[in-house]
């Protein structure tokens, strides 16, 4: 029997249960269990407060909550809300619910918290680029405290949608193309919300999504339809909410977009079928922002009942601000469309996590814990670190970086250098641009009191051939022109595609110029996804890779660009030459016909390289690094398996730093053939200079498998291990799996 013993029984059990007296209800007692609540209380419920338990409604942008909500939480129809958030309004809202309604059920207040509340730390893409679960744990951390301290107890993260295409504004959200790296930080990320109770303080309920394949959208463009194999479903976008669930994430939320022709907020098959019976997810779906209502859209639903009957029966257990159950609910269920079961089952799972997140018992927040916990000086500590840990250095040539601090004139050009808001990039909570650090501001704070450093805003959209003009006499004096380059922060996020991956406005035309002046040119790129960096690669000495960096953003670059740190990020994603070779990730399959620029009747381009211009894993670092010595063992193995796999990876450089040492398998025949690379284990180390380190990685059928037509398996033959630094080239070994 599953865990939600069958509704009938557990009322009998509970009607039979000696009552002491008639006190406390059940569901009232703390230490009852959760389930044995959950179903006491839903036997006292009635059908429209049922429904009212599956209603999310949303708050007003500044965290007041709506006239409405005050009746509705009195009513004791309002199950949770999104945006409502610091105490004033949570608190006003919560008494309505808890000591005006019937049966006192507290709201749980919900809130998109991706990247920090009000300290903001990396964008994820740039958070990925870091290799380094712990410290994206630490950073969630660090947000669920601050979003907690303000009356949540929910967060719509971690966004777990793997994107290959860049055009697709939400990549910015998510940890790139790589299943392997997307579970390792989902959990990771679960883990930093929750912690080991998510009904402790300080603590809030995590949430996966958009479940699934929305990074798919066909053309990258936002909300499109979606078209997966079940192969990639399974291999590819699956694993990071499988790894989420074994983290323990008690919450998913579905996606926007139809996937193989079904809604996936409609979709029985992943989420009854699926998350439910196949992998024992426990805990509520909710559905995204009017999804239900949108069944209606996509051709699936005739109606607003419709959509309701066919949301609710798939599995879908809140709906998130359009209404749809609490008004079609109740007459639907009394025709028979929406069964008693499917109702209750929701209801309950619902309740349940609103006693196991501690709300009935701590519903209201105080309002002097805000003051003392948003922006502490560990939280900006951490932001700092996490900042630098996510720089990716993509050139450096003759070493031109780092800069001497003692610099007599550096010539700063370009608005992104000036700009506070583009710092924090999309999804950026409560963060207030007025406490991000620019770059400009982290520069001269980096350089000596002796350093002139000059500012032209450059060439963004809309700039003239006068602003251009400025730009280059302001940098032609200088010994070194640091140029901020790349994307405000709302040319990437939700509803963000782009056809286009090239520098926005003028931008590469001021590069050209401040190239033409001779000064040694450093690019620094803030962006929320890949762009087109060919031109830069080919003409600028230095580039660094520094997404949108949050709050610590300008003492994060410049510290990096001065040598107070050495970057050693690496690319989550791969960053193409051109949008034209989109979908482009390093996980491909061979094909029969192999690129192969010499041979004309093989899979290529004949108007340009078939290369990325940076491929998955690749970044630099002001050190040097070596891999040597990589050893498999044993040479062969049964399926159920297990290889050893190590190798040295050394400092030959004169200056500490950090190296992200990279495995990566290929199985080179079998019943379905694989990517020429999967990712199955990474380490990112500091080496003192000269320092040796020899790493291992154990490899079982976890890594070694993959999702067949005839399910999961690791299949006689043999398989080729690679070690280095990037998902190009490194030490090769081979060993056999046999029967
Ligand atoms: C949005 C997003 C989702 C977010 C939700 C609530 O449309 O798709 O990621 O959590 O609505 O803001």
Redo the contacts with the bound molecule.
Sequence with gaps: MNKYMSIAALIFLLAASPVRGAEVPLYKDAAAAPAARAADLLGRMTVEEKFGQLQQLDGLWEGNYREEHLKLAREGKLGST??VRTAPFANTLQKEAVENSRLGIPVLFAF?VIHGYRTIFPVPLGESAQWDPLLAEAAASAAAEEAYSVGLKWT?AP?VDIARDPRWGRIV?GSGEDAYLGSRLAAARVRGFQGSDYGAPGKVMACA??WVGYGAAEAGRDYNSTDISESALRNIYFPPFKAAVEAGVPTF?TA?NDLNGVPSTANKRNIAGVLRSEWGFKGFVVS??TSVKELILHGLAADGEDAAVKALSAGVDME?VSTLYRETGPAALAAGKISQADLDASVLRVLELKFRAGIFENPYIDPALEAKTLKTPEKLALALNAALKSMVLLKNEGALLPLDPKLKKVAVIGALADSRADMLGSWSADGKPADAVTLLEGIKEAVSPVTWVSYSSGAFAGATDKDLDKAVAAAAAADVIIAAVGETFDLSG?AASRVSLALPGRQLELLERLKKTGRPVVAVVFNGRPLELGWLNDNIPAILEAWQPGTQAGSAVAQTLFGKSNPGGKLPVTFPRSVGQVPIYYGHRNTGRPPDAKEKYTSKYIDSSFEPLYPFGYGLSYSSFAFSGLAVSPASIKPDGKVQVSFEVKNISRRSGDEVAQVYIKDEAGSETRPVRELKGFQRVTLAPGEARVLTFELGPAELGWHYAGGFAVEPGRFKIYAGSSSVGGLEASFEVKP
């Design positions: 999104l945006n998109d719509f966004m959200e999504k958009h939320m926007f995204d922002y998130m939700e």
